[in-house]
């Protein structure tokens, strides 16, 4: 298993879900996406519960570290 860590608060808001769904493509099964948000990533949580057969909603966590700063995590079945 191996984390992979992508922070998504410089990227424009119109290409953040792109660029997340590409780099979780590229993991293996039992790595981990951690991506730091700017706010909570509840809508990007249920696009992956919907669309992505690979993601393991169980195990999804997700944390606001400091205002402004959520720490979600995206595993891979």
């Known amino acids: 298993m191996s984390e992979h860590r992508l922070d ?3 990227i424009p808001p119109q290409q953040r879900h792109e660029r997340i769904h ?3 493509a590229e993991l293996d099964a ?3 996406l951690t991506i730091v948000n700017d706010h909570e990533p509840k809508p ?3 696009e ?3 669309e992505v057969d690979s993601f393991d909603e169980d195990g999804y966590d ?3 570290a400091e205002p402004g700063r959520f720490v979600a995590r995206f595993p891979k079945r």
Do not use: C, P
């Open 22 to 24: 590409d780099r979780f």
């Open 44 to 46: 990007l949580f249920y």
């Open 8 to 10: 998504v608060r410089e």
């Open 48 to 50: 992956f519960q919907a």
């Open 62 to 64: 997700v944390e606001e």
């Open 30 to 32: 039992g790595d981990v």
